[in-house]
Nanobody, 122 residues
Framework: QVQLVESGGGLVQAGGSLRLSCAAS????????MGWFRQAPGKEREFVAV????????YYVDSVKRRFTISRDNAKNTVYLQMNSLKPEDTAVYYC???????????????WGQGTLVTVSS
C-alpha cells in the first residue's frame, strides 16, 4: 500500500517555474514506477511524465519535453516535477501516481494522490 500527497501547486505567470513534490508513505516506495498526470478544466486526465524505480529512466509527453523534469529521491520517498517556461495551457490539477510497471497508461497506476492545482496566468 502506498499513500501519496502532492504539494507545490499555485498561481504563476506564464514563463515562470514551479516545483511539485509528491511524498509517499510505504516501505516499498523505491520499487514503484512514479508518474505525473494532469487534468485541465473540462478535459480528461492525461499523462505528463514517468520515472522508473531503479534506473531513473524518464519519459515525457511531447508538450512538456525540454520544459519539465521528473526526478525522485528514494531516500526521501519523494518524486518531483520541475516545471519551467510554464504556459497557460499547463493549467491543470496535477496528480502523482505509483505503478508496478514502467508505463504512461493511467490504468497501470494503482495508487493516486489527491492532486495539486497549478494555474498559469497569461
Amino acid at each position: 500500500q502506498v499513500q501519496l500527497v502532492e504539494s507545490g501547486g499555485g498561481l504563476v505567470q506564464a514563463g515562470g517555474s514551479l516545483r511539485l513534490s509528491c511524498a509517499a508513505s510505504g516501505r516499498t516506495f523505491s520499487s514503484y514506477t512514479m508518474g505525473w498526470f494532469r487534468q485541465a478544466p473540462g478535459k480528461e486526465r492525461e499523462f505528463v511524465a514517468v520515472i522508473s524505480w531503479h534506473t531513473g529512466t524518464t519519459y515525457y509527453v511531447d508538450s512538456v519535453k525540454r520544459r519539465f523534469t521528473i526526478s525522485r529521491d528514494n531516500a526521501k520517498n519523494t518524486v518531483y516535477l520541475q516545471m519551467n517556461s510554464l504556459k497557460p495551457e499547463d493549467t491543470a490539477v496535477y496528480y502523482c501516481a505509483a505503478a508496478t510497471r514502467y508505463s504512461s497508461t493511467q490504468s497501470d497506476y494503482a495508487y493516486w494522490g489527491q492532486g495539486t492545482l497549478v494555474t498559469v496566468s497569461s
